[in-house]
């Protein structure tokens, strides 16, 4: 099993739809937990980490389910600009600074 | 405030021609990483830095090598390209108790 699955996707969703990615984790003793956006040729970019009690910015809606060891995104009111890979990365337990990526959720906006 | 720089953006050699990518961050980290990303194979670690005067290796180190000139500055250096190394090769930074980390905008080598 890897460490951190993903649908690849694609996910080809219309403007305005709401559109959510899940991701499973292997460790159960894993520390922190984020959602990076990755756009063509481009550098990863810190989306939003995820804390236990979910957290919310603007549309975007990160939730944490240790029992179940997998962690959601939703998008709200999906922008032709939300267009991108969406990586779920994982940090291992206590001072562990290596992170563990996913391969990363495609996300296509229609018009 | 530039964030994480990597220099050269492109770069092309040939079989064992060696090359020294740099990466620079001014956002004062103390940790600084070197990942590449090829197609299917999502980000690898090839070292680490966790602070200034210590380096490890990460999932995929062999074929190169590293230096953590200061604690702004972190090289990645091939000594004998291959053709394997053909990637697009990140750096980061990450600082803080969750470790985010934060990342260059990438080198595309290629190895003919």
């Known amino acids: 099993r890897k460490e951190v699955e993903q649908d690849p996707g694609p996910f080809n969703v219309p403007e305005g739809a709401t559109v959510a990615f899940n991701c499973t984790y292997s460790?159960?003793?894993?520390?922190?937990f984020f959602w990076y956006r990755q756009d063509c040729r481009k550098e990863p970019k810190l989306l939003m980490s995820?804390?236990?009690?979910?957290n919310e910015d603007g549309r975007f809606t990160a939730q944490l389910n240790r029992a179940s060891q997998y962690i959601s995104l939703l998008i709200r009111d999906s922008k032709l600009s939300d267009s991108a890979t969406y990586l779920c990365?994982?940090?291992?337990?206590?001072?562990?600074?290596?992170?563990?990526w996913g391969l990363g959720t495609s996300l296509a906006v229609n018009p | 405030n530039a964030g994480v720089t990597q220099t050269p953006k492109f770069q092309v050699l040939k079989t064992g021609q060696s090359m020294t990518l740099q990466c620079a961050q001014d956002m004062n980290h103390n940790s600084m990483y070197w990942y590449r990303q090829d197609p299917g194979m999502g980000l690898r670690l090839i070292y680490y830095s966790a602070s200034e005067g210590t380096t490890d290796k990460g999932e995929v180190p062999n074929g190169y090598n590293v230096s953590r000139l200061n604690k702004r500055e972190f090289s990645l250096r091939l000594e004998s390209a291959a053709p394997s190394q053909t990637s697009v090769y990140f750096c980061?930074?990450?600082?803080?108790?969750?470790?985010?980390?934060?990342f260059g905008p990438g080198t595309r080598l290629t190895v003919t």
């Open positions: 995820v804390y236990s009690s979910g």
């Open positions: 980061a930074s990450s600082q803080g108790r969750n470790y985010e980390q934060y």
């Open positions: 460790n159960s003793a894993s520390q922190s």
């Open positions: 990365v994982v940090r291992g337990a206590g001072n562990n600074r290596k992170l563990i």
